[in-house]
């Protein structure tokens, strides 16, 4: 009986703080995704004339993220019936940004003027420290190289 | 070639639905199909019970007795005076000799409570023994357990149980918060039953009280008793297996008076059961 | 809308681009799915309900990637990659990801 009322409590708690983070989050996300809207970020390997490129370097990004209670219950009911997980996929937008920022930022340190050949790479971690099984947890990794052009187009 | 900064309008990895709606909606369906065949499977049990032979119920206890750690030859001078009372009151509703052997053992716990067990087996805390005032309260309780295997109650309940755990783990996996959430809500669908369960015990109980004393002296001692020990609040008693205490005390006084039972002096406890020693 | 993995558009000219573009989803398959998928695991062989659902996770992915190149303005998407993820049991992320870009004939 206790349990239901943990349950309810946690619920709650989960929604509330959940929703307030990633609504912070994104806000944060969306200044920092403008200012380093001028540092172009391509998948693409060979898109520069490679006689302009100055020196290159490999950078990154990551992050680890984690759902909240109410967001994992509601998956977990999800997955009952099957379809899309929307309380996952905020998740891993998010983190997915957020890499693809601190790879900028890391570029921009270097004073790179573009990032190539961008790839990603998610994982599930901390599945054996939560006993029940289920990962709410991800690394999400971003990285490509970064490189310097010559001066003048 | 040409680098334009643009940003996306808007986010289209991210669905426009509302996770709060879409939560109560799952919920609600979910639970609904659950309790329906929950409900449909622990009917299904309740033909099945009837069916199991004393035999069967025996090689079930087994496993249960492991987990209270009760032996067959230890018995302790408590235990034996209890057995006495016990097989006296079993002499009395002759139709449950025909089934079981019923054994009483003692267990080290300070719940207030006592349990009925698959092949006969009736387990008794310490908490509850230390309570009790009279050798009627304790009668009391040894037939309302009587009453449950008259009943088959502790197989219909340990079905239930089983039933459960088959259904939340298949859908949710074994151990998971929903799974965990699940069982809990089922249990709550299935409560008016098992208080049913105890009220019909109870009446079972008072009648066999009244064949072995000629009164029934002791049932309400016993349930003011329990009122005093479980003092829940009223949101826990909603949620509660067994009805609140005071609700069993008053339902007991009516069936006191349509029956017409006698109200005597209650006998006391022998020394041997205010001397703690028990077998573990 | 053109998408290719490679680093052009065969036959035509990239005069701009406008970063990476990325689109993603992450879905599961009913009970019941997961319940024939762990019978096949016995016996082995194609788990059709898994292969449905990661096929519709993907061109949904795609879906989403095009969507968020055509808000840029893109006529092409070069150099797309996928990656799926396990984020659950049951569950899977499927994720697109690639360059977009403007081109000419």
Redesign the interface.
């Known amino acids: ?1 206790d ?2 009322i943990y ?1 309810i409590l ?1 619920i709650f708690v989960g ?1 509330i703080s959940g929703t307030i983070i990633e609504k912070k989050h994104y806000l944060d996300i969306e200044v920092r ?2 200012k380093y ?2 540092l ?9 004339d490679e006689s302009r490129i100055l020196s290159a370097n490999l950078v990154s990004g990551s992050v680890v993220i984690s759902l909240d ?22 998740l ?2 998010r983190s ?1 940004r957020e890499a ?1 920022l601190r790879m900028k930022e890391n570029a921009s340190s270097m004073n790179a003027d ?1 990032i190539l050949n ?7 971690v901390g599945q054996k420290a939560n ?6 947890c ?1 690394e999400v990794v971003a990285y490509g190289t970064a490189v310097k052009l010559k001066p003048g187009t | ?1 040409r ?1 334009t ?3 996306p309008q808007d ?1 289209v ?3 426009k ?1 509302s ?2 709606r ?2 109560f909606w ?2 609600g ?2 639970l609904a199909v659950l309790v329906l065949v929950y409900l449909f499977l622990g009917f299904a049990l309740d033909v099945v019970v009837d069916r199991i032979s004393p035999k069967m119920e025996r090689e079930i206890g087994v496993v249960f007795n492991k987990m209270y750690k009760i032996k067959d030859n230890e018995i302790s001078p408590l235990e034996e005076s209890i057995q006495k009372l016990l097989d006296s009151l079993v002499e009395k509703a002759p139709a449950l000799n025909m089934d079981y052997e019923f054994k009483v053992r003692v267990v080290e716990n300070n719940d207030f409570n006592a349990l009925a067990l698959p092949g006969g087996n009736i387990v008794i805390f310490s908490g509850l023994i230390k309570e009790i005032n009279s050798q009627n309260e304790l009668a009391m309780v040894l037939s309302h357990e009587l009453g449950h295997f008259a009943h088959k109650d502790h197989l219909r309940r340990l079905g239930r149980r089983l039933v459960l755990v088959v259904i939340s783990s298949v ?8 799974a ?2 699940m069982e ?2 089922l249990i ?1 669908a299935d409560l008016k039953s098992s208080r049913q369960q105890e009220v019909v015990a109870d009446k079972f109980a008072l009648d066999l009280l009244d064949k072995k004393y000629g009164h029934v002296a002791g049932g309400r001692e016993l349930f003011q008793l329990m009122k005093k020990k479980g003092n829940l609040p009223m949101f ?1 008693q909603y ?2 297996t067994h009805p609140a205490p005071e609700d069993r005390l008053n339902i007991m006084m009516e069936e006191i008076i349509i029956n017409g039972y006698l109200v005597k002096e209650t006998i006391p406890l022998d020394p041997i059961y205010r001397d703690q020693t028990v077998v573990d | 809308m053109i998408v290719t993995n490679i ?1 052009s558009v065969p036959g035509k000219r ?1 005069v701009e ?1 406008f ?2 573009v ?1 689109g ?8 019941g ?2 319940l024939a998928a762990s019978l096949k695991n016995l016996v082995g062989g194609e788990l059709k309900g898994y292969t449905k659902l990661l096929e519709d996770a993907r061109a949904e992915s795609l879906g989403r990637l095009i969507q968020q190149a055509q808000q840029l303005g893109a006529n092409a998407i ?4 996928f ?1 799926t ?7 899977a ?1 499927l ?1 697109a ?3 977009a870009v403007r081109v000419e004939e």
Do not use: C, W
């Not at chain 3, 070069?78 to 990659?81: E, F, K, V």
């Not at chain 3, 993820?85 to 569950?91: L, M, N, R, T, Y």
């Open positions: 009986m349990a239901l349950f946690f929604y995704e403008k809207l001028n172009p970020a391509i998948s693409s390997k060979n898109i520069e209670y109410f967001k994992r219950f509601l998956a977990g009911l999800r997955n009952v019936v099957g379809g899309r997980i929307h309380s996952y996929e905020t891993l937008d997915r693809v573009m961008i790839r990603f790479q998610t994982l599930g006993k029940k099984g289920n990962i709410g991800f | 070639m680098f900064p643009r940003l986010n990895n991210v669905s639905t996770d709060l879409e939560f799952l919920l369906i979910i859908l949710f996996g074994e151990r998971s918060s929903v965990q959430f809990r809500t709550t826990f949620f509660s | 680093d990239i681009h970063g990476i990325q993603s989803t992450v879905r599961a398959r009913h009970v799915a997961d070069i150099n797309i990659r990656a993820a396990a984020v659950a049991q049951g569950a992320e994720m990801y690639g360059t």
